[in-house]
């Protein structure tokens, strides 16, 4: 499972998995945009994330017969 994060680059310090900062060298930055984006692996399991700054994330997964994703926020 995985979660792609995209957030402001000046709050990339701030965003929270699993009340763990996300390590700086996971985000790249998104062109001149001012946004930077992560590809996070994800353990099983239920997880939060958090930032003083407002973020988007996708989560998904797959195995061999289903595959599932949805963005942050809600569930299926």
């Not at 996070?40 to 997880?47: A, P, Q, W």
């Amino acid at each position: 499972d995985f979660v792609n994060v995209v957030t402001p680059t000046a709050a990339i310090a701030d965003v929270k998995l699993v009340g763990s900062t996300v390590p700086a060298g996971e985000f790249s930055q998104i062109g001149a945009s001012g946004y930077s984006g992560a590809h996070l692996d994800l353990t099983e399991g239920s997880h939060t994330m958090r930032s003083s700054a407002p973020f988007g994330i996708y989560v998904y997964g797959f195995d061999f017969y289903d595959s599932d994703g949805y963005p942050g926020g809600s569930a299926h």
